[in-house]
């Protein structure tokens, strides 16, 4: 017994030594809304190159960008494209990321300005009536707290979300179509990838254009939508091999499906 | 009663080895409650710390961004949810319990239980599919925007109609025959034998699975999040969207961090709370009840 037990014991230090010496570890922190998609892309990356370790760290945009520029992440990631001054990184699109205001099919509005859907966001306007459809109260649906969908949302409309005045706060994106779908006086906004798929089968729900652009995923992929935004992998000049290695990866075809699962529009290429 | 007492002179070895691994079954089950309550004491302290517990009550509001968290509003939308519901499964619950154990003709007493036991079955997400699709635009078409605590109530009182109804009927069962063989030798009406002898002797054994039921109903999750609107405030009409505790942790956790995070813990505490105290309550009613048969 004794014996076997010290060779187990010596096999499996053996084993963790070699393990150890051939892993390579690869950094990536930054946004919350990429990091779940990062997370799926580096199991995979993961699987294809034996002894690589993918570790996801969130932080927000902000901090992806400061940790790649000071190298405390081999690669950074940010849910907005680079600002001006952060002109000394590269960034790499992975998705992009769109959002659609929703209605009910039966309701005869077909087209809301900016300014109108944050009157009806703040409380400011209650019925359809003065927005030329039928004398009916309006639902507002807004996204729980947290949810990337709603800080596009919120950010593009310049709102805060204490003066969002919602009548249903929602979870994920099928329970806003349901909701959406089962109330004809329900505006809400949801992923637009989702929401095609599903006006595409049948649900009664509408998708709004914005700015006279239809939403359509394919407007989304040429970032042409007002209401999306692209998801970086950001990284200095010249990132090390593994790192190149893995942006590639994420850029390629073989992580679509995993894009596509997260409601997201793989880019174009 | 002799046998089960231990036979030392001749304890075999299959009953030593019986006796530890279902002794240390019943230890792990009671070391696990130990463990979940501290992680959520642990998981929690951050917020529990610093701010102290009364950040929960005296906040302007659910606003995690700014690190307010009063859960209050909360609290009141999931005890008016559960009550309502045990308002409107107790009375149904009992009907239907008291009629097929003596209304029912005989071949319908069976298909009956099988049914409530059905009923006690389906997944709560799917209550929570048909709320959402059919009972929430059913109230929206007289109330909109139709999630509202009265579709939370309906929901929660579906689900727990079968717990009370099953409840009630093993209650009514367990009454003894002598009692209810005199108050027919009396005279007395079948609705008298019922209301009379019936359910009074029943009755801690109906508030029992009636607490049982609002345990279930306060706990409950996936179907209250896809019927009750979700919108965190102290609930001033039926018609008002709300959000229970539950359905709160259920939609942030998944992006929350820190202080946050903390606090979706510390209301997770608070519903552990509430329902230690509902198992107590229940616990205590069931001795009441035994003591009162062994006097009897």
Same mark, same amino acid.
């Given at each position: ?21 051939d ?22 990356f ?54 659609g ?10 087209e ?42 919120l ?40 929401a ?16 006279g652009v ?31 290695q ?10 679509d ?13 | =009663? ?24 019943a230890?792990?089950?009671a ?73 029912a ?8 239980r ?5 009923? #006690?079955?389906i ?6 599919l ?12 007289w =109330?909109?925007p ?46 008298? !034998? ?35 609107g979700?919108?965190?405030?102290t609930?001033g ?11 709160? !942790? ?5 992006? #929350? ?14 519903? =552990? =709370? ?23």
């Amino acid at each position: 017994m004794k014996y076997i037990h010290s060779i187990c014991f010596a096999l499996a230090v053996l084993m963790m030594g070699s393990a150890f010496a051939d892993t390579q570890k690869l950094v990536l922190t930054g946004s919350s809304t990429v990091a779940p998609l990062a997370l799926e892309i580096g199991k995979r990356f993961e699987q294809r190159n034996p002894g690589v370790r993918v570790d996801v760290q969130t932080g927000g945009s902000t901090r992806g960008v400061n940790d790649a520029r000071t190298g405390l992440a081999d690669i950074g990631m940010a849910s907005r494209a680079l600002k001006s001054d952060e002109g000394d990184l590269t960034s790499y699109r992975i998705a992009m990321d769109g959002i659609g205001i929703i209605l009910h099919r039966d309701n005869p509005v077909h087209e809301l300005s900016d300014g109108q859907i944050r009157a009806i966001y703040t409380g400011k306007i209650t019925n359809w009536k003065s927005l030329g459809g039928t004398d009916q109260k309006i639902t507002v649906v807004n996204k729980a707290a947290g949810r990337s969908t709603l800080e596009l949302f919120l950010h593009h409309f310049k709102l805060n979300n204490r003066e969002v005045r919602p009548h249903v706060i929602i979870g994920d994106n099928q329970q806003g179509i349901k909701t959406v779908a089962g109330n004809v006086g329900a505006i809400g906004y949801v992923s637009i990838g989702t929401a095609e798929y599903e006006q595409t089968y049948g649900t009664p729900i509408r998708l709004l254009g914005m700015n006279g652009v239809a939403a359509t995923v394919d407007n989304v992929r040429e970032a042409h939508f007002p209401l999306s935004r692209p998801l970086n992998l950001v990284s200095t000049g010249a990132p090390n091999p593994l790192a190149q290695q893995f942006i590639s990866f994420a850029q390629s075809q073989a992580v679509d499906d995993l894009v596509t699962a997260q409601y997201f529009v793989p880019s174009a290429r | =009663m002799i046998w089960s007492r231990h036979n030392t002179s001749s304890l075999a070895r299959a009953d030593t080895a019986l006796t530890r691994v279902t002794g240390s079954i019943a230890l792990a089950v009671a070391v696990l409650l130990g463990l979940v309550l501290m992680l959520l004491i642990k998981e929690s302290g951050a917020v529990l710390a610093e701010g102290g517990w009364i950040r929960f009550f005296n906040s302007d509001g659910w606003y995690p961004q700014s690190g307010e968290y009063n859960l209050l509003p909360m609290l009141w939308a999931t005890l008016a949810a559960s009550l309502g519901a045990l308002l409107i499964a107790l009375p149904l619950g009992v009907m239907s319990a008291v009629f097929s154990r003596f209304y029912a003709p005989v071949w319908m007493v069976s298909p009956l239980r099988r049914i409530m036991m059905l009923l #006690a079955g389906i997944p709560s997400v799917v209550y929570g599919l048909w709320g959402l699709t059919v009972l929430v635009p059913l109230v929206g078409s007289w =109330m909109p925007p139709g999630s509202s605590l009265l579709s939370a109530i309906f929901i929660l009182a579906l689900m727990i109609l079968p717990t009370v109804s099953l409840t009630s009927e093993a209650a009514l069962t367990a009454v003894s025959p002598a009692s209810l063989q005199g108050a027919a030798a009396l005279g007395l009406s079948r609705k008298g !034998i019922v209301l009379g002898v019936a359910i009074p002797e029943a009755r801690a054994g109906i508030m029992t699975g009636a607490l049982l039921a609002t345990m279930r109903a306060l706990g409950e999750t996936m179907a209250v999040l896809m019927v009750a609107g979700n919108v965190v405030q102290t609930p001033g009409s039926l018609f008002d969207s709300v959000r229970v505790l539950t359905a709160n !942790i259920a939609l942030e956790m998944p992006y #929350a961090t820190g202080d946050h995070r903390a606090a979706l813990f510390a209301s997770g505490l608070l519903l =552990m =709370m509430i329902v230690t105290l509902l198992a107590w309550l229940a616990g205590r009613q069931q001795a009441g009840d035994e003591r009162g048969h062994a006097h009897a």
